[in-house]
């Protein structure tokens, strides 16, 4: 499996939204353009490994926090997204989204995607 940069960038884009920060701000904090950070969030560029570091370093995020949707292996950043997710909700909001969630994990495993 290789790098969604797609996911990965809109992952940059929601992370720098929750931060409160602007394009330009986290192209100045990272000595990239704006018009890089526009493409990366896009999924037009290809990261390079130092970018997504002073990315991640900026946002105060790991990389796993990134590429979460590209890593095989990134159950405790889902574990964790999702707990943010809920924290807010109320006690009929978490009751829908417990059968909604029951309903899609048994629609999942009932019928296995070809990877």
């Given at each position: 499996m290789g790098i969604d940069y797609k996911a990965v960038g809109k992952q940059i884009k929601e992370t720098r939204i929750q931060a409160n920060m602007t394009q330009e701000s986290l192209a100045e904090s990272t000595q990239l353009s704006t018009l890089n950070i526009s493409n990366i969030e896009d999924g037009k560029t290809k990261l390079k490994?130092?970018?997504i570091v002073k990315i991640a370093d900026v946002l105060?995020?790991?990389?796993?926090?990134l590429l979460s949707d590209s890593l095989?292996?990134?159950k405790d950043t889902y574990d964790i997204k999702l707990a943010n997710l809920l924290e807010d909700?109320?006690?009929?909001?978490?009751?829908?989204?417990?059968?909604v969630t029951k309903a899609t994990k048994e629609a999942l495993r009932n019928n296995p995607r070809s990877e």
């Open positions: 490994l130092t970018e105060s995020v790991t990389v796993d926090d095989i292996q990134s909700c109320s006690n009929d909001e978490m009751r829908i989204l417990k059968s």
